[in-house]
């Protein structure tokens, strides 16, 4: 199926997400209108579809009716069940992430995107991001050599009390929240996880609230996560390569990026100034000042918000017909479920305790 007309998006859900997505997609400048605003409660259904002259339902069924494509935005416990629903309907489908919460349900989704060749896509937008192709165009160039370490951090305080869904055991955590981010970057970056060790931190309910991650990559390059929702961190985003390294920041959202080359020392003693170089080197005017010029900035520019790279690459491969993202493949999305499969607790889950 492919669209030459105007396009029909439908928003599921009506929380922050939801808002930020419709205005994203209500931006990207193409053919395309919020048609329609499914949630559980009719009042807030009709209050965001009010916005963009939209139908309001509490009904799949309906609201799949008056849709070409859906986004999907609800608690996470929700997605399986809409995502599989749109699906079975022939409907184009982009997800929040965590797709689902469980690495069973992803896998059963893929396998339907699959069967039926309707597009599924996990909302991992900061793949689609300029900063982050540029960190691959690095990586393909081979300038800076072999990549060799990512290092990657989101961290900053929440309260159960203002992010209620978060600090739930079963749908939420850290590790659906945050280190899926950390994972689907690592994966883009220096491929599939081959081994993976992990320091989880419960909270009393046992929801994880803190996650340390060590992984090795198929190529053979390492890669260290970070992430919290108790405690602030550097929020960075680093990639070593054999000759110097790249850091985007922030670790979500990034637009600018800076390369730092560095050549290793050709023979063991160049690596010991002497002389007037040396003098020079250990006046500490000298270093204050040669530390404080700041390394190669380059800005790549998302747009008009963080959002529309991946609005606009959802609406292309709509467009297109294609069953599947190129930037966010399914293989990506059932790789970092799988992950994180042993290291998620919760009753009802079908995922092992650590």
Known sequence: MSFDQELAIGIAGTGWMAETMAASFQQIGMPLRIAAILSGQAERAGRLASRYGAAATTEIDAFLAKVDAVYVATSNARHFALVRSALLAGRPVLVEKPLTISAAETEELISLSRRTRVLLVENFWTLTLPAHRR????????????????????????????????????????????????????????????????????????????????????????????????SGGTNTLSLGFARGRAQAMPSLGAERVEIVPMSPPAERGAATAAGIRGALKRMAPLRRLRRALPPRAEFHDYGGGLYMPM??????????????SPVVPLELSARVSRLLKPHRGGAGSDMETA
């Open 311 to 324: 609005a606009r690459h959802f609406s292309d491969l709509v467009r297109a017909g294609d069953s599947e």
């Open 135 to 230: 960190l691959r165009e690095l990586i393909e160039h081979g300038g800076l050599g072999a990549p060799r370490h990512l290092s990657f951090d989101f961290s900053s305080p929440l309260t159960p009390e203002v992010f209620p869904g978060l600090f739930d055991p079963v749908a939420g955590g850290v590790l659906l929240d945050r280190a899926v981010y950390g994972l689907a970057a690592a994966d883009d970056l220096l491929g599939p996880v081959v081994d993976l060790a992990a320091q989880i931190v419960r909270d009393d309910n046992d929801c994880d609230v803190t996650a340390a991650l060590l992984a090795r990559h198929s190529g053979g390059a390492t890669s260290q996560i970070s992430v919290s929702m108790i």
